[in-house]
Nanobody, 120 residues
Framework: VQLQASGGGLVQAGGSLRLSCAAP????????MGWFRQAPGKEREFVAA??????RTYYADSVKGRFTISRDKNTLYLQMNSLKPDDTGVYYC????????????????WGQGTQVTVSS
């Protein structure tokens, strides 16, 4: 099963982007889902996650107040506002156990990534 992330692009600092993630032909209603990013030369890091049971959300400190994760039956979203150059990287969506997503960056399913570039 492949998750498909989309919505990345080039934006100026202070701008906004909305990422989407879907798995054609199936739903992930019993999985927690999350977004991660990887900047050039750096390790992949946690950005945000959403629980499957109550849709509770979790964020990295670096994006709190600027990013919003949400989901519907078939699609995961990441609304990114007030973007900064430090937000540049490849963004990946993933599905799995909530604790594993947040604490160990391990997932059962990964998307292929979408590039986000924020210019200063």
């Amino acid at each position: 099963v492949q998750l498909q992330a989309s919505g990345g692009g080039l934006v100026q600092a202070g701008g906004s982007l909305r990422l989407s993630c879907a798995a054609p032909g199936r739903t992930f209603s019993s999985y927690a889902m999350g977004w991660f990013r990887q900047a050039p030369g750096k390790e992949r890091e946690f950005v945000a996650a959403i629980a499957w049971s109550d849709s509770r959300t979790y964020y990295a400190d670096s994006v709190k107040g600027r990013f919003t994760i949400s989901r519907d039956k078939n699609t995961l979203y990441l609304q990114m506002n007030s973007l900064k150059p430090d937000d540049t990287g490849v963004y990946y969506c993933a599905a799995g156990l909530l604790d594993a997503l947040i604490s160990t960056i391990k997932a059962d399913y990964w998307g292929q990534g979408t590039q986000v570039t924020v210019s200063s």
